[in-house]
């Protein structure tokens, strides 16, 4: 375990200081202390000068209101909203534990960067309307002084969902709850569609559904980069390994016996080390994504008797996606939206060069491994491009340029976000699960995390129907229109 070697009184009563003195991260001018003391030191010493002081810059503070485990844009988003609901500013102090620094394996820089509000629950179509107007305004809320302006390079070219006759009526009826929710969504038959669109091919297709308003793609990094330079919490690169918990047991209304949980310390093994260092916390926010599981199994969620509520697991896993990219000169142009067809597959322009990507979702039986995200190149020429080229002819002679494959934090369950508190695990709050859909929807997601720590309830958007209780009960929020 790391300890530092400080003078009397720099080490701790950390949660009494004033904001602004507090260390690790949270004071700017702590190098320049840092150097003050040194000086001193050596001044007094015999002999030649030494370094007494550790470099401990890369370390998480020893005391953090909130540790947020994931520095995604979800875990980034809790953090912000945290931040600026906070009845008084700069008394809340927030960690934020990311182990990839480079986000090369993140779900966020490996995401098309897609919005829409095409869903078939309120719930989501709220979430990304909301999105949608945070990223139209990012500079009003994510804007720093001296900083140059975020660009996101909105794409508002709109999402096509296509139906079979199978699917016509299903999707009729997304688009009338959509357009309660007040998202600007049309129908289209096949012949409006051949009108509008004359690059597609419209067999096999009974209606289509065409978002006009606050829907296409922008740069994920963007969000990601202009998070990171506003939220004004302490960042750090390590892996959460351990929470070190206490327990009460207590009666239900239903004479159940159960075990409440609080956790009051974090373990955080640094990078590259075998060192670790504890951070006394008040809540844990488990936004860690497709390995959210993980970290919620090391609160000792689902490690009680099966059927039971102690025993209920965090139904997320990790989800390999492929996304291809393609050169085609022929192909449907500058006005392309992103096209998700009646098989699954889907695809947008990309660039302005004649470049598009896509992909599609295996079926269940042919999910790949995602010990890795090596890329199965087979899957586009069997499983993607016949469907690409039989709804865009002009398809057939693509040439695919590159490929990269991200994780889904996939929920078994019912394909949507886990959001707010542990039901047992009081203090650990979930912002997960959300299977494809979660950067469009951080913004909100955020929102409501930080709503429930600081109010009690959600606020602005009711995601009750989100909440971990859910997966004991057996009572499924489904979201149909997952790509």
Known sequence: MIRRVLPHGLGRGLLTRRPGTRRGGFSLDWDGKVSEIKKKIKSILPGTPCDVLPDTSHLPPEHSDVVVVGGGVLGLSVAYWLKQLENRRGGMRVLVVERDHTYSQASTGLSV?????QFSLPENIQLSLFSASFLRNINEYLAVTNAPPLDLQFNPSGYLLLASEKDA?????NVKVQKQEGAKVCLMSPDQLRNKFPWINTEGVALASYGMENEGWFDPWCLLHGLRQKVGV??????????????QRMMTTDDEMVTLKSIHEVHVKMDHSLEYQPVEC???????????AQIAALAGIGK?????????KLPVEPRKRYVYVWHCPQGPGLETPLVADTSGAYFRREGLGSNYLGGRSPAEEEEPDPAN????????????????????????????QTAWAGYYDYNTFDQNGVVGPHPLVVNMYFATGFSG????QAPGVGRAVAEMILEGSFQTIDLSPFLFNRFYLGEKTQENNIM
């Open 169 to 173: 009526a299903a999707m009729e009826s």
């Open 437 to 440: 859909h979660g950067l469009q």
């Open 113 to 117: 960067g897609g919005i829409c509000q």
């Open 373 to 400: 995200l090596e890329v199965d190149h087979d899957f586009f020429q069997e499983k993607v491009w016949p469907h690409l080229a039989l709804r865009v002819p002009a398809f057939e002679t693509l040439k695919v």
């Open 234 to 247: 302490f960042f750090c690169q390590g892996e959460v390994t351990r929470f070190v918990t206490s327990s």
């Open 282 to 292: 008040a809540i844990v926010i488990n936004a860690a994504g497709a390995w959210s």
């Open 304 to 312: 009680g008797p099966p059927g039971t509520l102690q025993g209920t």
